[in-house]
C-alpha cells in the first residue's frame, strides 16, 4: 500500500522515518516535509493511508486531508497533533479523519493505530475485488444458469472477444501501462455495444457486439491493435465467439492461444488464423555448451559475453514464452548435470525453484539478461573450484555491487568471502572496469540516483538513501562531483526537458 506521512518539523519527520521502517517490506512508504509536495505526488501515487501533522506553513493537515478525500474520499487518513481539543476532533470526524496520535508520540500508540488503519485498507480491498471477480466470474468464468434468461440471452449472441495481456502475466504493470474502459472507448469509433472487464492488472477482455461474420470483416481490429501499442508491450488475442459458443469457452480457449503462443519480450497478435510455432533452438544449446565449460573450468570472466550473445540469439530468433521458459529450465538442469559429473559433491541452488518463479514477471530482454546472470552466479557460488584466479571474480563483483549498492557493502567483505587477496583483487577489477572498487561503486550509486530523479521522484534525501547515502549533505557532494551540478539543478533541467 502506498502511505503518506507529512511533517514540517525536520526531526519529527526524521524521527517518524525511524519509527516506520518496520512497514518498508510490505508498503512503499513516502515522506514529505509540507503538504504541497504530497498534493503534488497525489496522481502519480495515490496513498492508501495518510499521516499527517496538523499545523504546518502553507496548507495545513487538515486542509490537506480535504484535498486528499477530494482526490479519493475511500483515504484513510491519521492527524499527529498537539492538540486535544474538541474542535479538531469534530473537524476531523467531518473531513472524514480516522484516528488521531498525540505528540510527543509513543511508539505503541503509533503502531496500534497504524495497523488498525492497515487493517481496514485491506479488507476494502479484498471486499472490492472479490466484488469485482464475482461480477467477471459471473459473466466469463461460471455456466449460464437455464433459468436466467438475461444472462442466458447474453451468453447466446456473437461478439468479438478480444483478450488482452499487459506486459506478461505476473509483471508489475505501471500506471502509463493501465488500459481503462475509457481508453477502449476511445478505440471503438462507431456506435457498437461494448463491454470492457478487468479480471486483474494484467489480463483484461474486450467484448464487442458482433450480429454477423460481415460484421467482424468490416470490423477494424487493426486500427484497435495500433492503438493499443502506445500503452508498452500488449499481447492480443481475438476471435469471434458465435451464438452456439458458450462465453465461457470462448474466453478459454483465447487464454489457451495466448499461453501456447505469446512470444516473450515484444508484442503477439493472435487469431484461429495467425498463431506462431516453435522454432528449432540448436544454436541456443551451442551457446550453453560453452557456458557448461567455462563454469567447469573457472572462467567465469567471460560468462557474461556468453549470456549476451544467448539473449540476442533468443531476441532475433522470436522464441514463443513458452518454449523460452523450458528451455531455460532444461538448460539449468544440463549444466548442473554437467557440472555434477565432475565432482563428488552436491551441487543445489538454494531456492532455485525461486528464479523460476520469477520469470513470467519479466518483460524485456534485458531483464531476462540479468535473470540469467543472477542464476548463473548462483551457480557458480555453488560449484566447487580451487584457486579461482582473480580475474575471474570481476563479472561477481560487478553483479553483487548491482544487487547490493544501496547497503554498506566494502571490497575486503567480498574478498574475506571468495577468500582473495583484495590487494590482488583490486589491481585486478581496476585492470578490467579502469575504475576502482569505490569509483565503480560511487557510478553505479549516482547512475541509479538520476533513473530515481527521472522517473519523478523529488525528495533528495529519500533518492539518496535508496541508493545507499543515509546523510544527505554527502549525498548532495557526491552527486555534484560526479555530474557537475547539484540534484537540485539536474531535477530542473529534467523538468525542463
Not at 412 to 425: G, I, K, P, T
Not at 475 to 485: A, D, I, L, P, Q
Amino acid at each position: 500500500m502506498n502511505v503518506f506521512i507529512v511533517e514540517d518539523e525536520y526531526w519529527a519527520l526524521l524521527e517518524l522515518q525511524t519509527l516506520l521502517k518496520k512497514y518498508e517490506s510490505k508498503h512503499h512508504m513516502y515522506y514529505f516535509e509540507n503538504g504541497e509536495d504530497a498534493l503534488e505526488a497525489l496522481e502519480e501515487q495515490p496513498p492508501d493511508l495518510v499521516i499527517t501533522d496538523i499545523t504546518m506553513p502553507g496548507i495545513n493537515g487538515l486542509e490537506l486531508i480535504e484535498k486528499v478525500k477530494s482526490f479519493d474520499e475511500r483515504t484513510e487518513c491519521i492527524l499527529l497533533t498537539v492538540h486535544d481539543t474538541f474542535e479538531y476532533a469534530k473537524r476531523g470526524i467531518q473531513l472524514g479523519v480516522a484516528d488521531y496520535v498525540l505528540k510527543p508520540i509513543k511508539k505503541d500508540a503509533l503502531y496500534d493505530t497504524i495497523d488498525v488503519r492497515l487493517k481496514v485498507i485491506e479488507e476494502r480491498k479484498r471486499e472490492e475485488t472479490e466484488k469485482q471477480h464475482w461480477s467477471i466470474n459471473k459473466l466469463l468464468f461460471q455456466s449460464v444458469e437455464e433459468n436466467n434468461f438475461d444472462m442466458e440471452s447474453f451468453d447466446n449472441q456473437s461478439f468479438v472477444l478480444i483478450y488482452l495481456l499487459v506486459s506478461n502475466w505476473k509483471a508489475t504493470v505501471s500506471s502509463s501501462m493501465s488500459i481503462e474502459m475509457k481508453n477502449m472507448e476511445d478505440l471503438i469509433e462507431r456506435d457498437e455495444i461494448c463491454w470492457f472487464l478487468s479480471i486483474d492488472a494484467q489480463r483484461k477482455v474486450l467484448l464487442i457486439s458482433n450480429p454477423n461474420q460481415k460484421y467482424l470483416m468490416d470490423f477494424p481490429l487493426a486500427d484497435i491493435y495500433q492503438e493499443l501499442y502506445r500503452f508498452g508491450q500488449i499481447h492480443v488475442c481475438s476471435l469471434l465467439k458465435s451464438a452456439d459458443v458458450s462465453l465461457n469457452a470462448c474466453f478459454h480457449e483465447a487464454e489457451q492461444l495466448m499461453d501456447r503462443h505469446k512470444l516473450f519480450g515484444e508484442t503477439t497478435i493472435l487469431d484461429q488464423h495467425n498463431l506462431t510455432s516453435e522454432k528449432e533452438l540448436q544454436g541456443l544449446w551451442s551457446i550453453v555448451r560453452i557456458i557448461e565449460n567455462k563454469i567447469k573450468e573457472n572462467q567465469f570472466a567471460s560468462i557474461p559475453r556468453q549470456i549476451n550473445d544467448l539473449v540476442e540469439l533468443i531476441e532475433k530468433e522470436k522464441i514463443l514464452q513458452k518454449q523460452l521458459f523450458q528451455f531455460l529450465l532444461d538448460m539449468y538442469y544440463a549444466i548442473i548435470y554437467k557440472l555434477q559429473q565432475s565432482t563428488s559433491n552436491v551441487i543445489k541452488i538454494v531456492e532455485g525453484d525461486r528464479y523460476f518463479d520469477q520469470l513470467e514477471s519479466l518483460e524485456t530482454f534485458d531483464q531476462l539478461k540479468n535473470w540469467l546472470i543472477n542464476l548463473l552466479n548462483e551457480i557458480v557460488k555453488v560449484t566447487p573450484h580451487h584457486d579461482v584466479a582473480p580475474k575471474h571474480l570481476i563479472p561477481m563483483i560487478k553483479t553483487w555491487i548491482a544487487n547490493f549498492h544501496s547497503t554498506n557493502i566494502t571490497f575486503q567483505q567480498f574478498a574475506d568471502e571468495h577468500h582473495v587477496s583484495v590487494s590482488y583483487l583490486s589491481r585486478e577489477f581496476k585492470e578490467q572496469t579502469a575504475m576502482t572498487f569505490s569509483e565503480y561503486l560511487t557510478d553505479v550509486r549516482i547512475t541509479k540516483a538520476k533513473e530515481l530523479f527521472d522517473k519523478g521522484m523529488e525528495r533528495t534525501a529519500e533518492v539518496g538513501a535508496l541508493v545507499g547515502y543515509q546523510d544527505p549533505k554527502h549525498f548532495r557532494t557526491v552527486f555534484k562531483k560526479v555530474t557537475g551540478m547539484t540534484p537540485k539543478d539536474y531535477k530542473n533541467i529534467q523538468k525542463r526537458g
